[in-house]
Structures are given as C-alpha cells and as structure tokens.
C-alpha cells in the first residue's frame, strides 16, 4: 500500500512523531510537495510554530500574511509565536557635547507605532496558544491589551525581559503595571546588572511585584550579571535609604489576598530574609516545586533550615552556588536542610563552590563523606550537580564509589577544578579524559554535563582583572548523551565559541 492511500488519521499520527523529533519541521516540509493530500495535512505542523525575527524579514512576512487573501491560508494553523528581535529597538535622542548620537528606549508611542503591524497580525489569529517575547524590547501595552481581548487563554512567556528606566519607582511605568496583572502571563526572565555610572535601579523590586501580583505565573527568573573588573560602583548611604523606601512600594502597595497564589518554579540570585517574609503575604510555599538560589544569601539560607517545619514541602529541584567565604555556614545549614526538612522530596540538588584563582584550595564544597550525608536523604535523586577534584588524567575515585551508590541517578552534571595555583590552570579537557569519565559513571546516566571554569562568569563592570581573561580562553563545556543503540555522543564546545 502506498502512504498516500493510508487514512488521513494514521498519516497525522506519523506526522505527530515526526514534529516531536524535529520541531524545525525540516522532516515535514517534503509532505507539502508531495500531493494535495498529504499537503493539507502537513500544512498544520508547518505552520503551528511561528518565529518571527522583526527586525529583518519577519515585518514584511506578517505584512503578506496579513493584507494578501491568498497569502493568509498559514493564519489558521499557527498555535506559538516566537518574536526575536535581532538589533536593540533605541530611539535616536540627540548628541552629547562631543557630537556622538544618543539612543534611549522607545515610549510607549514609539512602540505602538513600531509594533502596528504585529498587533494587528494578532487579531487575525484564532487560536493563539502561547506567545514567548524573546527580545530586549518591553512588550508594548497593544500587544498586551490584544492578548487579553482576543486570546484571553494564551501563554504569554517573556525571556529577556528589561524595564523602559532602570530608575523608574513604582507606579511611573504604565505598561509595567499592566504586563504584572495580566492573566496570559506564565513565565518572567529578567537579566540586569548595575550600570557602570552607578545609579539605583529597581528591576529586582519591580520583578518581585511581579511574583506577588499575577495571577497566572507559574515560573519567575531573577539573572543578575557577575561583577568584575577593577572598578566597581555602589550607592551611598543617602541613596540606599531612598532604594530600600521606594523598593518597599513595588510589593506593599499590594493588598493581602484571600486566596495565596504558588509559582512552581523560581530562580532568584541572593534571595534574602526579607523578601522571602514579604512573598510569604501573597505566596504558598507549599506549591514550589523548583528553588535555583543562585549565589545563595547565608543568612536566608539558615532561616528555612531552621525552622521546625519543611517551609517548602513538595520541593523537588533545589540548586546554588557558594561564594567561598561563606562555605562552612552554608554546609552546615545545608545539611540540616536536607536531613531535618526537605530531603525526602528532592529528586535534583546541584551544589556548587563559586571559584577563582584565590579560593582554589577550599574546593570542592562538600567532601565525598558530606555528600553521602545529604544524598542518603534523598529517596530518588536522578539529577545531581557536584564539584570534583581532579588531576590531568583522571578524577577521585571516591566519587565514582559514592555515584554508584544513587541506582536512579539519570542525569549528573560536573563542576571541574579549574585552577592549579593563581597561575596556572588545568589543560582542557579532551575526549579521552571525557570518555574515561563517561565509563566510569554508573549506567543509568543518560545525560552528562561537565563545566571546565564558571560557565556564566562575565564581567559587566570595567575591565576584567587577569585570572578572568585565563578563565574565559579556556573555559569549556562538555555535554555526553547516551544513545539509544549503545555508545554516546560527546559534544565539547571549545573556549572560543563560548
């Protein structure tokens, strides 16, 4: 029988499959031009993601789409849109005395103008699944007020989401007001770090209004960028006075709700005692189910161990780094955590010792003995994240022991050792020394992810100091994957494609 006589139900399901596997629809695309059959079933898996790049030639695709009936046959099968923007969207807004150009972000008139046409190709769609604002753009309010009428079901996802004015106190963005009461509103991802003139910013404050005021949020992530360089600014005595007031506004002029909201999934670098006290009015614990701290605040990190009852009962992923000064409070809190409180329902811990070429002798940052202390807590672990010691040619075989003791382990992530003394580091790792690791694991990992140097260490403040340029020449990634038949694909990104 030929697969064109086959029922049209069993020639979706196949096609189902196929889009599973390959979501760039690249296995789809020959069904369209195979005949009218075939074609009018593959037009739906082809069409159903939607990534849209408003910069170049995404404007004048949505254009087509929009204005010429007999280009507009795609409206009706597209469920996700993706919207990129490849070049920043500033705003020409004078010169400075030396004659170069100033750019601001655009107001939200600049946007409504901007963004016409795509709000616009919104209204023509009729069965908007989700929508994820992929672009350093704030999502303008049309485009917010079109979901809300048109879509009111939609997912909205934002992921590198920046407010208009840094400085901005509560209640002077409009937009900003609108995005955190919105209903379609599912994921937040924000990414900032302080300005090299100093200043107050308020994008912590306003992302936690966030967290605490819409409704429908279900994952929230707080990425700030690492600082570094030889010069770094801070605010006065006066100016942090007048932060701690106007941050205070973005949460405390919400009213107390009857019913406390959950948000599963959260990502917050130094989340601290306070704030966690003023999420404690709006939130329930009890629904978190994923908890990254980043670089963990010492203080807030006592507070949950210490108290009587597990403050996050149904916790199952708990991730963080440590700032080395701070190790010996952290692993005492932590074991107390895993022991006293949460160990049962954790399935993913990932631990691990921040490092620089001062610090490389307090690594890794729980022993191998530790670590069979916390993990003998931990009923199911299948995902673990550690530091490891090293030498050129292999790890400590103490850890491959403890590794073999966690029969459902199925996904392990490894910090390496990066540095020998202050100045000299290991030699990248290659796919010998990865292949030696990869047997020695236990079989049921299916995964493993090895970092060689901090993998998201960036400066953002003035020049890097010299152990930072050392880092980033030769820091890599390694990812290993089993594969189904047998064997393992090993993936090492070199240090200049990171």
Not at 246 to 270: D, H, M, Y
Not at 399 to 428: A, C, K, M, N
Request: proline fraction near 6%; glycine fraction near 4%; include cysteine.
């Amino acid at each position: 029988m030929l697969f064109e006589n086959l029922h049209s139900d069993l020639i979706r399901a196949i096609l189902v499959e196929l889009y599973k596997t390959d979501k760039s629809t690249n296995a789809i695309l020959p069904f369209t031009l195979a005949n009218r059959k075939l074609r009018l079933i593959a037009l739906p898996f082809v069409y159903r993601t939607c990534r849209i790049d408003y910069a170049t030639s995404g404007a004048r695709l949505i254009q087509r789409w929009s204005s010429d009936p007999h280009s507009s046959l795609p409206l009706q099968y597209i469920r996700d849109i993706v919207v990129q923007h490849s070049s920043p969207e500033r705003v020409e807004n004078g010169t400075t005395p030396e004659g170069y150009k100033k750019y601001r972000w655009p107001t939200e008139a600049d946007s409504t103008i901007h963004w016409e046409l795509f709000v616009t190709f919104l209204r023509q769609l009729s069965s908007l699944c989700s929508l994820t604002w992929d672009n350093t753009s704030p999502i303008p309010i049309t485009v917010l007020e079109v979901l809300r009428q048109r879509h009111p079901a939609s997912h909205l996802h934002i992921l590198d989401w920046s407010r208009r004015d840094r400085s901005a106190t509560f209640g002077q963005d409009v937009g900003e007001q609108i995005l955190a009461c919105s209903p379609c509103l599912r994921t937040i991802s924000a990414t900032y770090s302080l300005e090299s003139g100093g200043g107050i910013d308020y994008t912590e404050a306003a992302l936690s209004q966030m967290v605490a005021h819409t409704p429908n949020l279900q994952s929230v992530r707080c990425l700030r960028r690492e600082d570094g360089g030889c010069e770094v600014y801070g605010m006065t005595d006066e100016m942090l006075h007048i932060f701690k007031a106007e941050s205070a506004k973005f949460t405390n002029s919400l009213a107390t709700p009857f019913i406390k909201r959950t948000v599963p999934e959260i990502l917050w670098p130094g989340l601290t005692v306070d704030l966690l006290s003023t999420w404690a009015r709006f939130l329930d614990f009890g629904g978190i189910l994923r908890l990254d701290l980043d670089i963990v605040d010492v203080e807030m990190f006592t507070y949950i161990a210490s108290s009587p009852l597990p403050m996050f009962p149904s916790m199952k992923a708990l991730s963080f780094r440590v700032p080395w000064n701070d190790r010996a409070d952290v692993i005492d809190a932590l074991q107390r955590f895993c022991l006293n409180l949460h160990g049962p329902s954790l399935v993913s811990l990932t631990l691990h010792q921040e490092e620089d070429c001062y610090n490389y002798l307090v690594r890794p940052l729980l022993s191998v003995e530790q670590l069979e202390v916390v993990a003998s807590t931990c009923v199911y672990p299948r995902h673990l994240g550690i530091d490891v010691n090293r030498n050129d040619a292999q790890l400590d075989d103490s850890v491959y022991t403890f590794l073999h003791r966690l029969p459902h382990l199925q996904s392990l992530t490894l910090y390496l050792g990066f540095f020998i003394d202050e100045e000299e580091t290991y030699p990248t790792v290659d796919e010998e020394f990865v292949l030696r690791i990869w047997e020695a694991i236990p079989s049921t990992v299916i995964e493993l992810l090895i970092y060689v140097g901090e993998p998201d260490r960036e400066p953002e403040i003035g020049e890097p100091i010299y152990w930072m340029y050392l880092e980033r020449e030769s820091k890599q990634i390694v990812t290993v994957q089993r594969n189904t038949g047998g064997g393992c694909k090993v993936d090492i990104q070199a240090p200049k494609s990171l």
